[in-house]
């Protein structure tokens, strides 16, 4: 098939059915001698440019004595750009190389043995596939991978692939150690006690990822992963010799090369919002490559299917909750979420370090004409042409894309005609079929992390009602609500 990005005249839904029902894989095209990417692997341009000067992520030595140096760079990295990288982590490199040597085993099988394990039911004590999302993604990536949960409950031994099921036990196992020590580390980089993130179960469920990226015959038209944040608590990642990992900081695309012995961390989008957005779950991609087959093995932290770790499901509040943010007169431009999923300062730290007020508001800076937008700029110095030019233009074209308007910014609640109480956000809470006893953090960055956590704690019912300090011994004078003085305070 002739690789023509735009080429949308085609059944795309037959064709990634074909390419799933092979149960090869990207490694089943290679092997079959590809030279010309199939339609359903070509991705559109990537807007965003790729970093022109190297930008290192930080390695933090946890082999290092001095703790409260170790957490400071563990709290820097972990609030600016999400990832950095740890060396003399406990886990021996016979254990790393062999895992990335265990996972190449497996995905090196004769395919008629790798077909027995394809599957995209995730109750399998191992599902092997090309493409976890094949059918919603807009385009393929040259990626397969097989993955497990290993923690809390692993799989009984011999339900895991012979060829490296040994490994990806022992590996596991080390990457729980490591866990702690992070989870740890993190805690006092939050200012809580060590044992803080523990104690919430933070380290209790781990999934292993075993990604492979066969040699590709046109990587610059497609993707080995797209981009994307972590979903879960904390990742690690390991990666061999050849590379290809990116992470997007500042709005460009910066390489995270291979660094023999360490391992890459970063932060996910639930330890971001239980962070109070204060550690930054931050995105990344990995570039397809003539080179390869390239093997990396993530390990991720995170509520998976667990059931020790269930309270921390999540749901989305999108539909409950709209906001228009009138002229942006009370909303911060710099350093509020309004405009993406992170505030300008994280974007742009440069361009907010030029500005003359950092706490300057939306309406300081644009404002809605019957023209379209005006911008007004005050930087301390004037801006250099090249890269800082084209970062305003970057700001300027997503300022087009939000709704400013006139008046005041307002939240609105989509139910109950608009009348929002916690009881109707419950219900509606309830109605997303939470598991019994569960409750789930909302993932929707754009509503403020108060709603998302108030709404977690009303489902848990953990908020402090009259009713819940009644029923934990407090001493009040009456259970009524003090608003309507008629009910008792509840959130039912
Ligand atoms: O293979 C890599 O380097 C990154 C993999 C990744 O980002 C993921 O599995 O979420
Ligand atoms: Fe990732």
């Known amino acids: 098939m002739a690789a023509t990005g735009d080429d949308t005249c085609y059944d795309r839904q037959a064709e990634l059915k074909a390419f799933d029902e092979t149960k090869a894989g990207v490694k089943g095209l290679v092997d079959a001698g590809i030279r010309e990417l199939p339609r359903i692997f070509i991705h559109q341009p990537e807007p965003l440019p790729i970093s022109s000067t190297p930008f290192p992520i930080p390695i933090v030595d946890l082999g290092s ?4 140096s170790t ?5 820097e990295a ?13 886990i021996p490199v016979s254990v790393m190389d062999g895992v990335v040597e ?7 099988q004769d395919v008629e043995v790798r077909k027995r394990f394809y599957t995209r ?3 399998k004590p191992l599902v092997y596939h090309s493409n976890y999302d094949l059918y919603s993604s807009p385009a393929a990536s040259w990626r397969d991978s097989f993955y497990s949960f290993m923690a809390p409950t692993p799989p009984p031994p011999e339900e895991l692939p012979e060829v490296c099921r040994d490994i990806q036990i022992e590996y596991s196992n080390e990457v729980m150690k ?17 044992n803080h993130l523990e104690d919430m179960d933070l380290d209790k469920g781990l999934a292993f990822f075993g990604h492979c990226y066969p040699a590709c015959p046109q990587p610059e038209l497609t993707m080995g992963g797209p981009k994307h944040t972590d979903y879960g608590f904390l990742t690690v990642l390991l990666q061999d010799e050849i590379g290809g990992l990116q ?18 961390i970063n932060i996910g989008d639930l330890l971001q919002i239980i962070s109070n957005d204060k550690l930054k779950s931050v995105e990344h991609r990995v570039l397809a490559n003539k080179k390869g087959p390239r093997v990396s093995v993530a390990c991720f932290f995170s509520t998976s299917i667990a059931p020790l770790t269930r309270r921390f499901l999540v749901i989305p509040l999108d539909g409950l909750f709209s906001r228009s943010l009138g002229s942006g007169n009370g909303i911060r431009f710099w350093k509020e979420v309004w405009c993406d999923s992170k505030p300008m300062l994280d974007c742009f730290p440069c361009l907010a370090a030029l500005d003359e007020n950092q706490d300057c508001t939306i309406a300081d800076r644009v404002k809605q004409t019957e023209n379209g937008l005006i911008f007004t700029w005050k930087w301390r110095r004037t801006p250099r042409d090249g890269r800082e030019i084209q970062m305003i233009r970057r700001i300027e074209e997503r300022c087009e894309r939000v709704p400013i308007g006139q008046g005041e910014e307002k939240w609105h609640w989509e139910l109950d005609n608009g009348v929002f109480s916690v009881a109707s956000l419950r219900l509606a809470m309830d109605d997303m079929s939470l598991p019994r006893g569960g409750s789930r953090i909302s993932e929707n960055k754009s509503v403020p992390i108060k709603v998302r956590i108030t709404s977690w704690r009303a489902a848990l019912d953990s908020l402090p009602t009259k009713i819940n300090l009644i029923r934990r011994g407090v001493a009040l004078g009456d259970d009524l609500c003090p608003l309507c003085k ?7």
């Open 71 to 75: 957490v400071e760079k563990i709290r």
């Open 65 to 68: 004595t001095d703790r409260a």
């Open 78 to 90: 972990s609030e600016t750009l999400g990832f950095f990288q740890v060396v003399n982590h406990g």
């Open 102 to 108: 265990g996972v190449r085993r497996f995905h090196d």
């Open 486 to 492: 008629h009910q008792p305070e509840s959130v039912c």
């Open 247 to 264: 992470i997007n900081y500042n709005d460009e695309w910066v390489d995270v090369p291979p660094t023999p012995g360490a391992l890459v």
């Open 121 to 123: 039911d995730p109750s």
């Open 178 to 194: 490591l866990g702690r020590v992070l989870f740890g580390l993190l805690s006092e980089a939050l200012k809580l006690n060590t």
